[in-house]
């Protein structure tokens, strides 16, 4: 059996030394950081009044924007328990347009903003899978390489979710089955009608069931981690110790 020979450690590209030189380790710190939350549920589940809640307890008193897909349904709730924000409604759900106006939310300066929903920016008129469908055709009907056009708008949506300079809050609708539960037909959610993976870029996603009780999926916030809360006040019971763990500073470490 032949053996191979040494490896050779090629020099590295000049290029590429300097490059590198931009690179920079500092102390970690979550100083700055604005909540990402999402919240999925079915219809009737309480997505919508407890997104609003938890919008309302980030903004810590001050009024917020929401991005309404849902024909109004937030503005329903405008003045309960003191609840003040603005709304954009939206008909059409291109992601660029959504990005426009997490920019047009940044330049007015809202604390917090209500995206209700994501999942029209997926699945709406307009949304990512309409893109898709749309960039298909030139391509003579290929979906692949449709998603040439697709994944470049949904990705920068999504870095637009979480580039906004405050708090972001969006409801997800919950994809439907019907289950058998002591005999009886249950409907029940599961996924969010978004792109497989979104929970991975907020910080806390949570879902809601048809008997209003919040479930936490997933958190990076200690305090939260595996909750389930039946009838969530969401200023209460998520924004306040959400912020209280954003604005916590870093214990003390012995110096070595």
């Not at 079915?42 to 849902?70: N, P, Y």
Request: hydrophobic content about 35%; aromatic content about 8%; charged content about 25%.
């Amino acid at each position: 059996m032949s053996q191979l020979g040494q490896p050779v450690r090629a020099a590295r590209p000049a290029a590429q030394e300097a490059a590198s030189g931009q690179f920079a380790f500092r102390p970690a710190s979550k100083a700055g950081r604005k909540a990402r939350l999402s919240i999925q549920g079915m219809s009737g589940s309480g997505k919508t009044w407890t997104g609003l809640s938890i919008a309302q307890g980030l903004s810590e008193g001050r009024k917020f924007a929401v991005i309404d897909t849902e024909k109004g349904a937030a503005s329903l709730y405008a003045g309960i328990g003191g609840m003040q924000f603005d709304s954009c409604p939206m008909d059409r759900y291109d992601p660029r347009d959504l990005i426009r106006v997490l920019d047009a939310a940044a330049q007015a300066g809202y604390p917090t903003v209500f995206v209700d929903s994501l999942s029209h920016f997926w699945k709406g008129t307009d949304g990512t899978l309409d893109q898709v469908e749309k960039a298909s055709s030139r391509y003579g009907g290929n979906k692949f390489a449709g998603w040439k056009d697709g994944t470049p708008l949904q990705n920068d949506m999504v870095a637009a979710i979480l580039a906004y300079p405050g708090h972001v809050v969006a409801s997800m609708r919950s994809y439907t089955e019907w289950v058998l539960e002591g005999g009886k037909p249950q409907r029940v959610g599961t996924r969010p009608e978004q792109r497989k993976g979104i929970e991975y870029e907020f910080d806390v996603a949570v879902s809601m069931d048809l008997e209003n009780t919040l479930e936490v999926l997933k958190s990076r916030c200690p305090d939260l981690h595996r909750k389930a809360i039946k009838r969530p006040v969401g200023a209460r019971d998520i924004a306040a110790p959400l912020l209280a763990w954003l604005n916590a500073s870093p214990e003390p470490t012995e110096q070595q």
